[in-house]
T-cell receptor, first 114, second 115 residues
Framework: EAQVTQNPRYLITVTGKKLTVTCSQN?????MSWYRQDPGLGLRQIYYSMNVEVTDKGDVPEGYKVSRKEKRNFPLILESPSPNQTSLYFCASTLRAGGPYEQYFGPGTRLTVT | DAKTTQPPSMDCAEGRAANLPCNHS???????VYWYRQIHSQGPQYIIHGLKNNETNEMASLIITEDRKSSTLILPHATLRDTAVYYC????????????????FGKGTHLIIQP
């Protein structure tokens, strides 16, 4: 089954404690990205990756890092989480950038930073 | 990408067709119309997309007006599980080389299917 998986699904942490949210897709997609969703603000793109070892900032990259060492994985790293990063996070993938392709989204990770 | 306008909420009776409108009057010739939905904090789910012609798949139909300034998503036999926020998104077809290629989600239409 084609899917995007994220772990963990729920996470409560404290300010400053480094954390990683994993994302993996099994569709051999080139393009992957991370979004955050906040009430009243909709989904906003954090970072994206066009392919292995190619990443770039989205609309709200501050406080986040990503890496793309393998095609299937695209982890989101919060080096020093702060309460304003409390949000619902989604990973997404699509075949490649720019084409009329559907994007597949993961189930979401609800992060709370206290 | 062109801006879209959708009603904030709609009701539909279970078993009836749900027709969700979207206005995209500033759409340009190389922009597709996409529909996604999000069921209560789950990941958004792709439904359908089109450029000029009407499209149909196992989930829905997409009707695009001849001038392409508006479209309608049709769920032919709505069920309670179709209760969700539906997003109409307009975006260019081909990667220009300079953008993040992310989807721009507006506020969408909250469709409530009534039993």
């Amino acid at each position: 089954e084609a899917q995007v998986t994220q772990n963990p699904r729920y996470l409560i942490t404290v300010t400053g404690k480094k954390l990683t949210v994993t994302c993996s897709q099994n569709m051999n997609h080139e393009y992957m990205s991370w979004y955050r969703q906040d009430p009243g603000l909709g989904l906003r793109q954090i970072y994206y990756s066009m392919n292995v070892e190619v990443t770039d900032k989205g609309d709200v990259p501050e406080g986040y890092k990503v890496s793309r060492k393998e095609k299937r994985n695209f982890p989101l790293i919060l080096e020093s989480p702060s309460p304003n990063q409390t949000s619902l996070y989604f990973c997404a993938s699509t075949l490649r950038a720019g084409g009329p392709y559907e994007q597949y989204f993961g189930p979401g990770t609800r992060l709370t930073v206290t | 990408d062109a801006k879209t306008t959708q009603p904030p909420s709609m009701d539909c009776a279970e078993g009836r067709a749900a027709n969700l409108p979207c206005n995209h009057s500033t759409i340009s010739g190389n922009e597709y119309v996409y529909w996604y939905r999000q069921i209560h904090s789950q990941g958004p789910q792709y439904i359908i997309h089109g450029l000029k012609n009407n499209e149909t798949n196992e989930m829905a139909s997409l009707i695009i007006t001849e001038d392409r300034k508006s479209s309608t998503l049709i769920l032919p036999h709505a069920t309670l599980r179709d209760t969700a926020v539906y997003y109409c998104i307009v975006r260019v077809q081909m990667y220009s080389g300079g953008g993040a290629d992310g989807l721009t989600f507006g506020k969408g239409t909250h469709l409530i299917i009534q039993p």
